[in-house]
């Protein structure tokens, strides 16, 4: 498993392990990690990236500084899930 992978898994564990965070906040993180887990996928070719109005590691890191104050460890799992995204290219 890469770096990548375990930053991912890791940040899928603090957001199940915060039970008092909110429905539109959880499903704003939900989809950006399926967006996230979808291009890392094994098949997903780089040729076939759709268009988005918003790059998942933009929608991630715009729900980190909405999460600061009230969940500051999520948010900081965010950052790093998005720097190893930076780092890989993503």
Known sequence: MNDLQQTL???HRELADL???????????EAALADIQR???PQHQAGS???QDVAPADALENAAVRLETGHPGLAGAIRAFVDAL?????
């Open 86 to 90: 930076t780092k890989a290219g993503i």
């Open 9 to 11: 898994r890791d940040l």
């Open 49 to 51: 990236v759709q268009v």
């Open 19 to 29: 039970p008092q965070l909110g429905p539109p906040q959880r499903a704003l993180l």
């Open 39 to 41: 291009a890392l996928a």
